[in-house]
């Protein structure tokens, strides 16, 4: 009987020796990512009111007007246009014939506003990376300089900004 045992454990430890040690295999796959760009606008200011003549003799400068964040993973160019070549009359009495040039937009800290118009203007370039990346939040100024040469009343004219790809 002895025998037997022996026998019977030789051939189950044979058995173990038999089995891989280990497995070796390869997987492979494709991931494809698409070039995304995101820009998100934070109006800081509401209605802009001319309430004395020096406002019209040196029109209103709104400082930090918007801040603007970008997200990107392509270095990125944004710029900006107006919407139409005059100010919408949004009340009786107001001209129809305001230019969109009486606006001027500028990125904060810097000293020449661009004085809109419908070609598109480069307000600022910037790097891949998030929001918080340098460079890709900042905030805009306006000014607002119609002189005595229009009616009073309200007006509204759309800015258009467009991100696009370097």
């Given at each position: 009987?002895?025998?037997?045992?022996?026998?019977?454990?030789?051939?189950?430890?044979?058995?173990?020796?038999?089995?891989?040690?280990?497995?070796?295999?390869?997987?492979?796959?494709?991931?494809?990512?698409?070039?995304?760009?995101?820009?998100?606008?934070?109006?800081?200011?509401?209605?802009?009111?001319?309430?004395?003549?020096?406002?019209?003799?040196?029109?209103?400068?709104?400082?930090?007007?918007?801040?603007?964040?970008?997200?990107?993973?392509?270095?990125?160019?944004?710029?900006?246009?107006?919407?139409s070549a005059f100010f919408m009359p949004m009340s009786q009495g107001a001209s129809s014939d305001m230019p969109s040039t009486v606006l001027g937009i500028r990125r904060n800290g810097n000293t020449?506003?661009?004085?809109?118009?419908?070609?598109?203007?480069?307000?600022?370039?910037?790097?891949?990376?998030?929001?918080?990346?340098?460079?890709?939040?900042?905030?805009?100024?306006?000014?607002?300089?119609?002189?005595?040469?229009?009616?009073?009343?309200?007006?509204?004219?759309?800015?258009?900004?467009?991100?696009?790809?370097?």
């Amino acid at each position: 009987m002895k025998y037997i045992y022996i026998a019977i454990l030789c051939f189950l430890s044979a058995s173990v020796y038999a089995q891989p040690k280990s497995f070796n295999g390869n997987a492979s796959g494709t991931i494809s990512v698409f070039s995304v760009m995101s820009l998100n606008f934070t109006n800081l200011t509401g209605v802009v009111s001319f309430n004395t003549p020096d406002d019209y003799f040196s029109g209103i400068t709104l400082n930090n007007a918007a801040t603007i964040a970008v997200k990107s993973n392509v270095n990125w160019q944004l710029s900006v246009s107006a919407q139409s070549a005059f100010f919408m009359p949004m009340s009786q009495g107001a001209s129809s014939d305001m230019p969109s040039t009486v606006l001027g937009i500028r990125r904060n800290g810097n000293t020449t506003f661009l004085q809109m118009n419908t070609s598109s203007q480069t307000l600022k370039t910037g790097n891949k990376g998030a929001a918080t990346a340098t460079g890709n939040t900042f905030d805009i100024d306006t000014r607002i300089n119609p002189g005595f040469g229009y009616s009073g009343g309200s007006y509204n004219i759309g800015v258009l900004f467009t991100l696009s790809q370097q």
